[in-house]
């Protein structure tokens, strides 16, 4: 029996051995396990907030993007928007000239001939013209234009150079009024 003793005990000992190494062996594994998983886990977490920095800067430069694109529409409007009251008011500034010229001519023909009936009635119909264009002038100002305009109205009958010094003072503030500002 002896040699089955030793055999057997021989035997057990093989298996406490494994089943002692199995046991450690396994722990090591979940250690490992563990650790590489917590490893997966902080790099996980680091490409996910690399990401979301990344995306946040991204998100950051389109907002900016679009602001610089909005000023540039803005501005574009602006001008736009200027340039065509410009227009509207070069109309209207040369509208008014106009038959402030014709009001102008019909007053002096009038004046010359004042019993004609002809004469009075252009005069009336110009002096209904001008009025028609201050109006509109009026409407599209500045403030100084219009000053000017009311001045030209107030000259028109007056032989004197009074109605070329008002026509005078009428262009330059309606070239200022046209200007662009910077």
Avoid: C
């Avoid at 680091?46 to 000023?71: G, I, M, P, Y």
């Avoid at 038959?99 to 009038?110: F, G, H, S, T, Y």
């Avoid at 002809?118 to 219009?146: C, K, Q, S, W």
């Avoid at 109205?153 to 662009?180: E, I, K, T, W």
């Amino acid at each position: 029996m002896g040699d089955w003793t030793t055999a057997l005990v021989a035997a057990a000992a093989a298996l406490a051995g494994s089943a002692v190494t199995g046991y450690f062996g396994v722990l090591a594994a979940r250690r490992q396990a563990d650790a590489a998983r917590e490893g997966a886990q902080r790099q996980a977490d680091a490409a996910w907030n690399a990401a979301l920095r990344q995306a946040d800067v991204a998100w950051n430069s389109v907002l900016k993007q679009a602001e610089a694109q909005l000023d540039v529409m803005r501005g574009t409007l602006r001008a736009e928007a200027a340039a065509a009251q410009r227009g509207v008011r070069r109309n209207a500034y040369v509208g008014f000239l106009g038959r402030a010229d014709q009001a102008r001519q019909a007053v002096l023909a009038w004046a010359a001939a004042p019993t004609s009936a002809v004469m009075r009635e252009g005069r009336d119909a110009a002096l209904v013209a001008v009025e028609e264009a201050l109006n509109i002038l009026r409407l599209e100002g500045p403030e100084e234009v219009i000053a000017a305009a009311d001045a030209i109205v107030m000259a028109l009958s007056d032989p004197s150079p009074a109605y070329q010094a008002a026509h005078a003072g009428f262009l330059n503030h309606a070239r200022n009024a046209l200007s662009p500002e910077p």
